[in-house]
T-cell receptor, first 112, second 118 residues
Framework: SQQGEEDPQALSIQEGENATMNCSYK?????LQWYRQNSGRGLVHLIL?????REKHSGRLRVTLDTSKKSSSLLITASRAADTASYFC????????????FGKGTLLTVNP | EAGVTQFPSHSVIEKGQTVTLRCDPI?????LYWYRRVMGKEIKFLLH????????ESGMPNNRFLAERTGGTYSTLKVQPAELEDSGVYFC????????????????FGEGSWLTVV
């Protein structure tokens, strides 16, 4: 699998439900960041979690990081139609923390 | 405060032509990056500037791509001559210089320049 690989590749849910996306990576990391991209738009930074952190919250977002399993999850609670977008995780490693490695992303569709 | 701005937002050019993309980072951000996503692929790192210096250009695909950041402010990415496989979205991003001992490094992206080569 690729560094920063998300699963599932696509997820369709109803408004109000929770959405969980996972990300796995292969090498040691410094930080892991989640981004959102609405169709035809740019990348919006959602949250950064450091390698020494296990969980972080921001509004309806909850990110977990398990460095022993080299995985992270992004939970969006009480989803809204406006959350429809592609979600990417991106990692940077020790010694090259400026260079982000992205996965292919999860396309989330929230149906009204 | 303005975010990372990119111009043009969309460009359609013919194979063999030249295109120049411009990026204005967030004011005060010394780090500037270019990434791109071609159809169906992951977002890939192209290069990184610290102020006006190229810190890492290992992701530049070939010598048809030239990036500059004169004066350490805005940056340009020129593709000359453009090929069909260059079609995709080119993202610029910026971040402040890291504070020693601080491991967080949020990188802010622009809206992207969507390039179509026909």
């Amino acid at each position: 699998s690729q560094q920063g690989e998300e699963d599932p590749q696509a997820l369709s849910i109803q408004e109000g439900e929770n959405a969980t996306m996972n990300c796995s990576y292969k090498t040691s990391i410094n930080n892991l960041q989640w981004y959102r991209q609405n169709s035809g738009r740019g990348l919006v930074h959602l949250i950064l979690i450091r390698s020494n952190e296990r969980e972080k919250h921001s509004g309806r977002l909850r990110v977990t990081l398990d460095t022993s399993k080299k995985s992270s999850s992004l939970l969006i609670t009480a989803s809204r139609a406006a959350d429809t977008a592609s979600y990417f995780c991106a990692t940077d490693g020790w010694g090259s923390n400026y260079k982000l490695t992205f996965g292919k992303g999860t396309l989330l569709t929230v149906n009204p | 405060e303005a975010g990372v701005t990119q111009f043009p937002s969309h460009s359609v050019i013919e194979k063999g032509q030249t295109v120049t993309l411009r990026c204005d980072p967030i004011s005060g951000h010394d780090n500037l990056y270019w990434y791109r996503r071609v159809m169906g692929k992951e977002i890939k790192f192209l290069l990184h500037f610290v102020k006006e210096s190229k810190q890492d250009e290992s992701g530049m695909p070939n010598n048809r791509f030239l990036a500059e950041r004169t004066g350490g402010t805005y940056s340009t990415l020129k593709v000359q001559p453009a090929e069909l496989e260059d079609s995709g979205v080119y993202f610029c991003a910026s971040s402040p210089l890291r504070i020693q001992g601080f491991s967080g490094n949020t990188i802010y992206f622009g809206e992207g320049s969507w390039l179509t080569v026909v």
